[in-house]
């Protein structure tokens, strides 16, 4: 479904994604992780058509979609949310919803009624009427998702849906991922909460200072020296190695 290669952005003199590639299979859940500051949202952003890039391709859907505008790669079928979400704070939860259910379906009705059913999906029905304003942060995360999945998507780049999320507020929309998955959405998601990133994922890269470091199974992944070095500092996969044999 989606194919990254070799894909490079640079930021003044800094190389925030240096000759990254990655691949995700349809119907799969993939987690892009990393330390802070790693590049994984300038990455989701380049694959997005947010950003020019500086070298590399990526192909879509069976289409080298490089350089296409956001518009045009969203009506392709990519579509991504936003760390810092931004609903129309004065507009309803079923407003919200539903000015991305109109690039599928440009008539009101229709619509409105395809905004009902993506709420509904996210858990969100009884919250219709409400202004977003006056949602929770888990309230937020949920809206972004209801908006982005209202367009009609192949592929979501879901960007720390769960950040400020509390422990079964992080289990339901673990939930809510898996149904989105089933329903015939592809997805890439990044997220630094590891027990949903062990808990969903099918396959797990790692993007440190811009590289991706290791990549395979959630399980492999996290006992990568490699992985715990980049994670904790150098030396930190030797030190636990020694911890381990002494306990
Ligand atoms: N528009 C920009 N202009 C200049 N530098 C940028 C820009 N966007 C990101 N950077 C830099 O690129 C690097 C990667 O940032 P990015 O936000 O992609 O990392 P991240 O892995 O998503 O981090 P986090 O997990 O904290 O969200 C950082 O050093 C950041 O300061």
Redesign the pocket.
């Known amino acids: 479904m989606l194919k990254v290669e070799g894909l490079t952005k640079i930021?003044?003199g800094?190389r925030?994604v240096d000759n990254a590639s990655l691949e995700v299979g349809e119907g799969r859940i993939v987690a892009l992780i990393?330390p802070?500051?790693?590049?994984?949202?300038?990455?989701f952003a380049s694959i997005a058509g947010f950003h020019p890039i500086d070298a590399g391709r990526v192909t879509f859907a069976g289409q080298d979609i490089t350089g296409w505008p956001v518009h045009r790669i969203a009506r392709a079928g990519m579509v991504r949310t936003f760390?810092i979400t931004q609903p129309f704070a004065k507009l309803s939860v079923h407003e919200n919803i539903a000015v991305g259910a109109y690039q599928k379906y440009p008539q009101r009705a229709q619509a409105w009624e395809h905004a009902r059913a993506i709420a509904q999906q996210v858990g969100m029905a009884n919250l219709l009427d409400q202004p977003a304003a006056d949602l929770t942060v888990a309230g937020r995360k949920r809206l972004e998702l209801a908006r982005t999945l209202a367009t009609g998507p192949k592929l979501l780049l879901l960007d720390?849906v769960m950040a400020g999320l509390n422990p079964s507020e992080i289990v339901e929309i673990i939930g809510i991922i898996r149904k989105i998955r089933d329903s015939g959405v592809t997805v890439l998601l990044?997220e630094?909460v590891m027990q949903a990133v062990m808990n969903l994922s099918d396959f797990i890269y790692v993007?440190s200072y811009g590289k991706i470091i290791a990549e395979g199974a959630p399980r492999d992944v996290v006992s990568n020296p490699a992985v715990i070095e980049a994670y904790l500092g150098q030396g930190a996969a030797d030190r636990i190695a020694t911890e381990a044999s002494h306990a």
């Open positions: 930021f003044g800094l925030a990393g802070n500051g790693a590049g994984k949202t300038t990455l760390q720390e990044i630094h993007l």
